[in-house]
């Protein structure tokens, strides 16, 4: 898993940070770049308390009173450090390690966007392999709170906030209503069963299709579906129904597959819409166990480490 981790993160890095330049001769006299290095661990530290203590020390090697640092450091390796951070250090849920490194950078107005950015590249841009935003949250609220920024600074984070706030891990999901090729509207909390598998797609997506072959190819899921325990959703949020008509056929005939009428999920916001396709998987309630996922490892995990299952 930490392997596919560091390859999806190189990945990332390609397409969102991109290389530096080749430098002519005359400047390859410069002095080397600053750098970033973890805290080291001290030896007296037990083999089994080491992620704790990187959890609170990571970055005591880092000056943040120090806006010199932000000329003079590598982006990329400073992504990488953060990713590192939050892949082997931070729980998915642990918000109080992203309070604490907010807070250190809120010394001063380029630190404080300084690390919203790499924040953004590691646990928000859609092909972080460490997207999450219950740890994203944090960082937003950092910046919606800072004094550092004026009321028209705010706005974007306001409105990231706003998002990353909805269908939250273990919280009521949305409600919305579908329409189905036979022309009847239904509620989406309607649905009764165990599980509830959103799939938000569009037909001509990629990895929307890569996505449906493996909720089809799982052996989990399918069973669960025979026995009725778990139903999939398949909701396409755009107005080409035409498109929508064309791509029907491909969907499991065992699934739900319906529109978005109106394209009122997207126009009031229900669900993020960023990236698509995403996932979320909802229990019997509605609660979110799975939210904004393209990973069917991970549904099919939610659903094996559910403490409630039958």
């Known amino acids: 898993m930490r392997r596919i981790l560091w390859i999806a993160l190189a990945a990332l890095l390609a397409a969102a940070c991109g290389g530096r330049e080749n430098r002519p001769a005359r400047e390859a006299a410069r002095p080397t770049p600053r750098t970033f290095r973890p ?35 590598d982006t990329q390796v400073m992504v ?17 390690a992203i309070d604490t490194l907010m807070g250190r ?15 953004e590249r590691v646990l928000h841009d859609p092909n972080s392999p460490v997207r999450n935003d219950e740890l994203y949250i944090p960082v937003l609220e950092a910046l919606v709170a800072s004094p550092w ?51 938000i797609n569009n037909p001509g997506c990629g990895l929307c299709k890569t996505v449906r072959e493996a909720i089809s190819e799982s052996p989990m899921l399918n069973e669960l579906i025979e026995r009725g325990k778990l139903k999939v959703l398949a909701l396409y949020p755009d107005e080409d129904l035409a498109e929508w008509e064309s791509y029907r056929p491909q969907m499991p005939a065992r699934w739900i597959n319906g529109y978005d009428k109106g394209c ?20 019997r309630d509605k609660r979110v166990m799975v939210k904004d996922a393209v990973d069917v490892g991970l549904v099919e ?10």
């Open 264 to 283: 009122v999920v997207r126009d009031r916001e229900l669900y993020d819409l960023k990236a698509i396709p995403a996932l979320y998987l909802l229990d």
């Open 149 to 199: 920024l004026d009321r028209w600074e705010r706005l974007a984070p306001e409105r990231d906030l706003r998002m990353a706030s909805q269908n939250r891990i273990g919280r009521p999901a949305n409600d919305f209503r579908y329409t189905t090729a036979d022309g009847a509207t239904r509620r989406m909390y309607d649905i009764r069963a165990e599980y509830l598998l959103l799939f």
């Open 301 to 310: 995990w939610a659903i094996d480490h559910d403490d409630r299952k039958s």
């Open 80 to 96: 990488r450090a953060l990713f590192a951070y939050v892949a082997n250090f931070v729980a998915p849920d642990d918000r109080a």
């Open 105 to 119: 950078a809120s010394a001063s107005k380029p630190m404080t966007e300084y690390f919203a950015m790499l924040a």
């Open 39 to 73: 805290a080291a661990v001290p030896a007296a530290v037990p083999p089994e308390e080491r992620g704790a203590y990187l959890r609170d020390h990571y970055w005591d090697g880092f000056d943040f009173r120090d806006t010199t640092l932000l000329a003079e450091v």
